[in-house]
């Protein structure tokens, strides 16, 4: 194990850590309130590149996007009037909406469509280093593509030490479903995946496929 590229969140430094590392152009892993992410900063598209190999992600599929808050949200994407107050209960947590563009983010990450899945973490580690960053987290969940998700820490360790520039250790995580994805770029809105956040939840704002 290589001491060097772990740190624990509850670490002085792991934030400053974490945020030299994405600005160096490299590849993390972090915690998040549902799964452990796969991360890079959006302004690096060969960090981008990294994770599509690390993960073995067909090019053809997006990588979802971290936003520090509602205003970097809209910054990027175009809410829809009618659920701007949905998303904004919902934001932050275990959601995403799938969005149209408004500029700013690569192709490469947005799989060439014009649209992104975007979120806002309510984890605290998450949160404290988003305050620090100007521009969106890619935010993909640490596991191959097809495979399960993975919970156990030293599982993670084992998968990716020598594929990531920095892991930031929260200890092993409860079994997750991942965030609830809803796409608002069709009409009516539709659950692309029921996670965490139930679609009876969801199903409260409106009456969706």
Known sequence: M??????????????????????????IIYPT????????????????ERIFQIKGRNHSMSLPILVKDFVMLEKYASVPVMYKEMLQDLMPGPFMAILNLKTGINKLITGGK????????????????????DV??????????????????????????????????????SPSKGSTIVDFTVNPPQIVREGDLSKAKIREYFIIK
């Open 2 to 27: 290589n001491s060097e590229k772990i740190i624990k969140t509850d670490s002085p430094d792991a934030v400053s850590k974490t945020l030299q590392t994405l600005t160096n152009g490299g590849v």
């Open 114 to 133: 014009d649209k992104i899945g975007i979120r806002i973490s309510n984890n605290t580690f998450v949160t404290y280093l988003m305050e620090k960053l």
């Open 33 to 48: 309130e549902t799964l452990y992410g796969l991360g890079a900063l959006v302004s690096k598209s060969q960090a981008a």
């Open 136 to 173: 969106p987290l890619i935010s993909t969940s640490a596991n191959t593509s097809g495979t399960e998700n993975v919970f156990d820490i030293d599982d993670l360790i084992s998968l990716f030490e020598n594929k990531v520039d920095l892991i930031i250790d929260s200890g092993n995580i």
